[in-house]
């Protein structure tokens, strides 16, 4: 078995696939789905709560499952498995991003779990330096990989059914236009590719979770994609506030309001509550429309990868010719594939609530394994790598194509959801 080397792609993949297949048999032949230690806490009540002896045994658990997970990762890349020691210490310092993430106060700015991993990650490599034998465990593009496996799971396509015809024109028309809009900016100020794509589909799509699908992609530069994270994250929150008081001022109605909402903000969490302080309507409908966008993310991820491998030039021979179907399929990122197996899967075989057990537990260990991702990179970064030239020019970018992104979705909203298109069809 000594023999076994796979790519860590293939490695995240079938570690991926594994656990959902045990999850769904599990499930299948009694019920059972891991119970998940809880974070969610507003007072200093219920924050004692969490310390309770039933939390730590879940939290234990989580640790277990997770840990196993990550020694059969090591191990079908033939890599040492004392090198998964330190994972003890990443382990303890996510939990941490979680109790900090699960506060109601954060939730209600937008502050994911993530910032807060990616902040203490920073904070220790920085202030103290990543102890050796943690430095180890930092496998930042295998965590994040597995939980893209986990991500399949939610991105239904019955999602684009429930939108109905007008939510889905509106994903479509607004996420290509965005992407398109936004990369050719990031052009004409001269960022390079691999970061122009990850800000793109950040933008463009649903935020956090389609920078770290574009990022893996391409194998992208993990100090990027933390800086494109901080933006979408530090964006957001003003976002929650102003995007309410000027649909307000503009007179728009809960339908549009909400399209728009969904449409432009770019974290789950944040469209929620915005849609939430506009009313029952928008939230519903900012819902939906986030939901159809977040579907577009593996199409998206699956045809990035693809422009990625085709438009690198191949450097071995003398004509510079772009690479073959061969060398485009061993670039491939192959947990792409498993991304969309496993959404496949949910999509149209364990679909319904009969199965949101499975997919509500896979949910949160997505999160946990982003959240691994993300204190991973911190604990391997200096501060002063995220803060460049480079990298303030792509915050300016990053700006732009948000503004872009508010006029225009609007524009595309009041066209879709507001005229009466029955009416002009009769």
């Known amino acids: ?21 045990i999850s769904l048999g599990a499930f299948a032949l009694s019920q059972y789905t891991p119970e998940f230690a809880t974070f969610g806490w507003k007072n200093g009540e219920e924050l004692i709560a969490l310390f309770s002896a039933e939390n730590l045994y879940n939290l234990l658990l989580v640790f277990i499952i997770s840990y196993v997970l990550l020694v059969l990762a090591y191990f079908f890349q033939g890599k040492p498995i004392k090198e998964t020691f330190g994972y003890v210490g990443v382990f303890l310092l996510t939990a941490a991003a979680s109790l900090l993430g699960g506060n109601k106060m954060a939730n209600d700015w937008g502050l ?11 904070l220790i490599n920085n202030l103290w330096g990543t102890p050796q034998w943690i430095r180890k465990a930092l496998s930042s593009e295998l965590y994040i990989k597995i939980g893209l496996i986990f991500l399949g799971s939610t991105i239904l396509f019955q999602n684009l059914l429930k939108s109905g015809a007008l939510g889905l024109i509106q994903s ?30 950040a933008v463009s799509i649903c935020g956090v979770s389609a920078a770290i699908a574009s990022a893996g992609a391409i194998k992208g530069d993990s100090k990027k994609l933390s800086y494109v994270v901080s933006l979408v994250l530090i964006v957001a929150v003003p976002m929650i506030i102003i995007m309410p008081i000027l649909a307000k001022l503009i007179g728009l109605n ?46 998206a991820a699956f045809f990035i990868a693809l ?53 509500d537990s896979l949910k949160k260990f997505q999160n946990l394994w982003f959240t ?9 970064t200096n501060f002063k790598a995220l803060i460049n030239a480079e ?28 005229i009466r298109w029955e009416t002009i069809f009769k």
Request: with cysteine; aromatic share 16%; hydrophobic share 50%.
């Open 172 to 201: 479509v028309v607004v996420v290509f236009s965005i992407w398109y809009f936004s990369f050719w900016l990031c052009k004409r100020f001269k960022i390079d590719k691999e970061l122009s794509i990850m800000l793109s589909s």
């Open 372 to 380: 691994l991702g993300f204190v991973s990179i911190g604990l391997e």
């Open 112 to 122: 994911e779990t993530v910032i807060f991993s990616l902040a203490i990650g920073l």
């Open 254 to 299: 809960e339908t549009i309001a909400g399209a728009w909402i969904g449409g432009t903000i770019d974290t789950t969490g944040a469209v929620v509550a915005t849609g939430a302080l506009y009313g029952e309507e928008a939230l519903r409908i900012s819902t939906i429309v986030k939901f159809s966008q977040n579907v577009l993310l593996g199409i």
């Open 1 to 21: 078995m000594k023999k076994l080397h796979l790519t860590e792609d293939w490695a995240a993949t079938l570690t991926g696939l594994l656990f959902v297949l």
């Open 307 to 359: 422009y990625w491998n085709y438009s690198k030039k191949e450097k071995t021979d003398a004509s510079g010719e772009r690479p073959g179907l061969q060398l485009m399929w061993e670039r491939f990122p192959k947990f792409v594939l498993g991304f969309i197996l496993v959404s496949l899967l949910f999509s149209f075989f364990f679909a319904g609530e009969g199965y949101k057990p499975v997919t």
């Open 391 to 418: 990298n303030k020019k792509a915050g300016f970018v990053f700006l732009g194509a948000q503004l872009f992104n508010i006029l225009f979705t609007l524009l595309v909203a009041y066209v879709v959801f507001g």
